[in-house]
């Protein structure tokens, strides 16, 4: 089953803008993950945020989780072209078990 | 530096062959691994994950099977393909700490 439920699906932008990408889930979970997937290849982990804290930021990145509400935003400031990617959020269950969302397709113009 | 490595990167299997994915780890012990399917377009469904050795959880029933003989070593598995089983498939572990590494992937087209 999936946890995680990605908005929008698909995302384009001009180079320069902030890009935000939410996400939804539906049970408890330890903690949220932001990975970045290039086409055709494995995943790259981002960041992670506890579900104790509310915000956090990895350079141009910036997560925030509500809890209350079961939903994290991911923010890309300053957007690239390299940046163009699927965005997925996961929650990690007991185990250390990832529930992934459908994910976010990022298109960024230069 | 603990690094994954998955293979073949791309695999072309008629329908009802078996099947066999090998994923290995180095510079850490003890991890947990996992196997995702992706299909395309889609997120990550999990499908097995291991603890320790020869300790397997299914998270799906489906035509697949999962072992892990060594500390380090996950095999993907199947006695016979379905074209439902193609896809791009990921192992993954993590160290004891809660981030997950992810392998290059297989990418499965049964035919």
């Known amino acids: 089953s999936q946890q995680g439920e990605e908005d929008p699906q698909a995302l384009s932008i001009q180079e320069g803008e902030n890009a935000t990408m939410n996400c939804s889930y539906k049970t408890s979970i330890n903690n949220l993950q932001w990975y970045r997937q290039n086409s055709g290849r494995g995943l790259v982990h981002l960041i992670l945020?506890?579900?104790?804290?509310r915000e956090k930021h990895s350079g141009r990145l910036r997560v925030t989780l509500d809890t209350s509400k079961k939903s994290s935003s991911l923010l890309i400031t300053a957007s690239r072209a390299a940046d163009t990617a699927s965005y997925f959020c996961a929650g990690e269950e007991y185990g250390n078990k990832l529930v992934f969302g459908a994910g976010t397709i990022l298109r960024v113009k230069s | 530096s603990q690094t994954i490595h998955q293979w073949p990167a791309t695999l072309v299997q008629p329908v009802g062959s078996p099947l066999s994915l090998e994923c290995t780890v180095e510079g850490t012990s003890n991890p947990n691994l996992y196997w995702y399917r992706q299909a395309a377009g889609r997120g990550l469904q999990l499908l097995f994950y291991?603890?320790?050795?020869?300790?397997i959880s299914s998270e799906v029933p489906q035509n697949l099977s999962a072992s892990r003989p060594q500390d380090r070593q996950f095999i993907l598995s199947s006695k016979k393909l379905l074209l439902s089983d193609s896809g791009f498939y990921l192992c993954?572990?993590?160290?004891?700490?809660?981030?997950?590494?992810f392998g290059p992937g297989t990418r499965l087209l049964v035919l």
């Open positions: 945020i506890r579900s104790n804290e």
């Open positions: 993954a572990f993590t160290p004891r700490e809660e981030t997950q590494y």
């Open positions: 291991s603890v320790g050795i020869g300790q």
